[in-house]
T-cell receptor, first 112, second 114 residues
Framework: DAKTTQPPSMDCAEGRAANLPCNHS???????VYWYRQIHSQGPQYIIH???NNETNEMASLIITEDRKSSTLILPHATLRDTAVYYC?????????????FGQGTTLQVKP | DAGVTQSPTHLIKTRGQQVTLRCSPK?????VSWYQQALGQGPQFIFQ???????QRGNFPDRFSGHQFPNYSSELNVNALLLGDSALYLC?????????????FGSGTQLSVL
């Protein structure tokens, strides 16, 4: 079973920041939090990942709480092309095992 | 630089038949993982191949098998197809040497079993 809990759906106005929450209260100390998104009929696309420090890249920012029990993905200026299903994933196992356990994800609808 | 490529993009089979799906990993990657995604669900891990061997396996029956070739490409085989095998099959590649390396996914093969 997935180790994360996400709201099933969210709306965001175009140009505004989209803040997607994720709970992972049973995360272990060496497990990373990954975010992927999936646009209809395409494969999941990597967004960002982190262990305990906040991370930022060209796509998004990841804020992880100090107790690591939850995190928030921030899309700073959402566009219509950001409409997708967003998956928060805790990576099981050490190193590169390739096994990601996906939950149901959050469907983000960006509206004009 | 080509990403992960999968073939075919769509496939229609009937119950009881066998199917083979193919995947070429991203350049520089040596590890291939396969996922099944039913309609409206998140992808589920099937198995992972590295150095031509199955390294990890999810909760899938033996009807699902795979192979990895010396050039790192991979095949997913499903025997005795069931209606419930209808799904999007995704291939993901990564580099074993990378620590917590991100997975790159292909666009998938849509399998319909009639």
């Amino acid at each position: 079973d997935a180790k994360t809990t996400q709201p099933p759906s969210m709306d965001c106005a175009e140009g505004r920041a989209a803040n997607l929450p994720c709970n992972h209260s049973t995360i272990s100390g060496n497990e990373y939090v990954y975010w992927y998104r999936q646009i209809h009929s395409q494969g999941p696309q990597y967004i960002i990942h982190g262990l305990k420090n906040n991370e930022t890249n060209e796509m998004a920012s990841l804020i992880i709480t100090e107790d690591r029990k939850s995190s928030t993905l921030i899309l700073p200026h959402a566009t219509l092309r950001d409409t997708a299903v967003y998956y928060c994933i805790v990576r099981v196992g050490s190193g590169n095992t390739g096994k990601l356990i996906f939950g149901q994800g959050t469907t983000l609808q960006v509206k004009p | 630089d080509a990403g992960v490529t999968q073939s075919p993009t769509h496939l229609i089979k009937t119950r009881g038949q066998q199917v083979t799906l193919r995947c070429s990993p991203k350049s520089g990657h040596d590890t291939v993982s396969w996922y099944q995604q039913a309609l409206g669900q998140g992808p589920q891990f099937i198995f992972q191949y590295y150095e031509e061997e199955e390294r990890q396996r999810g909760n899938f029956p033996d009807r699902f098998s795979g192979h990895q070739f010396p050039n790192y490409s991979s095949e997913l085989n499903v025997n005795a197809l069931l209606l419930g095998d209808s799904a999007l099959y995704l291939c993901a590649s990564s580099s074993r040497g990378g620590r917590n390396e991100k997975l790159f996914f292909g666009s998938g093969t849509q399998l319909s079993v009639l």
